[in-house]
């Protein structure tokens, strides 16, 4: 693509294509963010072939999410200098070989380190498609783009857990790993032919000290969060860390005020539209992650289900999902994006709250029902709320903004997991009598009490992001009838 056009949009041959190359960054984003969710069903056939705890497998799905996290700031920012579209498709590159190492993974520290591979490929994607997206579909298709990735964010990471229990069940542990390759070779090479050459680079230099301050914050934080479930948050060793990681924060914060090129754009967050939006989809990650941790072993260990039956159970979420997503993004050009968001919300409320009633005879077609309504509500969400995020931003940092909300995604994940396990392990080891990391042997009523709060919880974490988006929907009707009052 020659350099005569100053936007994708004065290119026909770039619009030509949009829809393709939408396809292309919508591959790798399931992609991603399904590999974030997918392991969790096979951590009880991890477990049982590794004579590992939980807790300690765990650490395949962690690990990869807080890699993630560590540097989808620096990718986003690297890509608003040398190019979106060059940092995406080295994402794409590096993510097929880590994929491919990791089903040839033949212990818990090799996949680790493959996971952790695997996760660098995906947070240059991550950190960078939503901004490609904003920059390539104009103004009257952009929500809808933008609905639709959004979509397939939510979908990879709802649908892991279904996905997996098929492929496990058919194929083996491995191959969860393995789908990914044919599809990433497939969208690399459509992706050669369809992506063009980048048109907007920023003049700026890589914020090292922040980089390297960002990712202490990370790794300390979820460290201390996540090794804090097997061995107590009263040893001094975690809370040193999380001191750490408070400490690496307030200092990375105080340091990116005073940047001339800061890691991240602080002033994104002076719009409260953006940063109201930012918030929900932090809490919605968190509650459906904590659905995502524990229905497995509910489906499995208490339904009695095998993994490919629970796939097939939880495959409910997904499903409704992308049905209502794209329907919720096109209704939001139309009516709006802040009605939808509430009603969303509203729904996954009442789906929590029902998750929160389940016990160890309940009917298959209950349990159905309420994680149907989880995934209605998630979809009615989802693309809404990242159309907002995106529409408030410059075109200069697009980049960085994609990351933001790519991160938030993924911390929300992360603190999803910390929050179920932390929450499930306490009640477990309270009603246990002694501390507990794992499902207890002929004592289904000690998991199902964890379930039961843990659902508890992320109804009310929902339910805050209700409140949050319904004081967001007042204030923007409000705003609008004060203009057209005034106009009168």
């Given at each position: 693509?020659?350099s005569?056009?100053?936007t ?9 294509k ?10 790798f ?8 969710s ?13 004579g590992?705890?939980?807790a300690?497998v ?12 560590s ?24 993510f097929v070989i880590?994929s ?11 996949l ?18 939503q ?23 939510s ?31 497939a ?11 980048d ?7 890589i ?21 804090g479930?097997?061995?107590g ?18 200092w ?6 005073i940047?001339?090129?800061?890691l ?17 989809g ?20 208490m ?31 139309k009516?709006?994006?802040e ?5 969303g ?8 709250f ?23 509500g ?11 995020v ?13 990351s ?13 997991i ?20 794992g ?7 000690i998991?199902?009490s ?18 949050l ?20």
């Open positions: 693509m020659g005569a056009f100053a994708y949009q004065e290119d026909a041959a770039v619009q030509k949009r829809w393709l190359i939408l396809v292309v960054l919508n591959l984003t399931f992609m991603s963010t399904l590999d974030g997918i392991v969790n069903i096979a951590l009880p056939v991890l477990s049982k072939q590794m590992l705890p939980i300690q765990e650490w395949v799905t962690t690990g990869y999410l807080m890699a993630i996290c540097v989808i700031l620096f990718f986003g920012k690297l890509g608003d200098m040398v190019g979106k579209i060059r940092m995406f498709k080295l994402g794409t590159y590096i880590g491919l190492l990791c089903g040839f993974s033949g212990s818990l520290t090799f680790v380190i493959s996971r952790i591979i695997q996760a660098l490929g995906a947070s240059m994607t991550m950190a960078n498609s901004g490609i997206i904003t920059d390539i579909f104009p103004g009257n298709e952009r929500g809808k783009a933008l609905g639709l990735i959004g979509t397939f964010v979908l990879g990471s709802i649908a892991g857990p279904s996905l997996g229990g098929i492929i496990i069940s058919s194929l083996g542990w491995e191959y969860i790993f393995w789908v990914n390759v044919p599809i990433g070779l969208a690399i090479l459509i992706g050669w032919k369809v992506l063009p050459a048109l907007v680079k920023v003049k700026a230099k914020d090292a000290p922040g980089s390297l301050l960002f990712a202490v914050f990370i790794i300390a934080l979820f460290a201390g969060l996540l090794l479930q097997q061995t948050y009263g040893n001094l060793w975690i809370i040193l860390s999380l001191v750490l990681a408070a400490a690496a924060l307030i990375f914060l105080r340091m990116e005020m940047r001339r090129d800061p991240v754009e602080l002033s994104l967050f002076k719009n409260p539209l953006f940063s109201v939006s930012i918030l929900c932090f809490l919605v990650f968190t509650a459906n992650f904590c659905f995502n941790i524990i229905a497995p072993f509910y489906a499995q260990n339904l009695n289900l095998s993994p490919f039956a629970a796939g097939f159970l939880l495959m409910l979420f997904p499903i409704c999902m992308v049905v209502i997503a794209p329907i919720s993004g096109a209704l939001s050009d009516v709006g994006s009605p939808l968001t509430f009603a919300l509203v729904v996954m409320v009442i789906a929590q029902g998750l929160a009633a389940l016990h160890e005879g309940s009917p298959l077609a209950i349990v159905g029902l309420w994680i149907a309504m989880l995934g209605i998630s979809g009615l969400f989802q693309s809404p709320n990242n159309s907002l995106m529409s408030q931003v410059p075109r200069t940092q697009l980049g960085s903004a994609g933001v909300n790519s991160l938030v995604r993924n911390v929300g994940m992360v603190v999803g910390t929050v179920a396990t932390t929450t499930l392990f306490h009640v477990m080891s309270s009603k246990a009598g002694h501390r507990v990391t499902l207890v042997p002929g004592r289904p009523d998991f199902l964890g379930m039961h709060t843990v659902f508890t919880v992320s109804s009310c974490i929902c339910l805050a992001a209700a409140l988006t319904g004081w967001r929907m007042y204030h923007a009707y409000s705003a609008k009838h004060k203009q057209m009052v005034s106009k009168r």
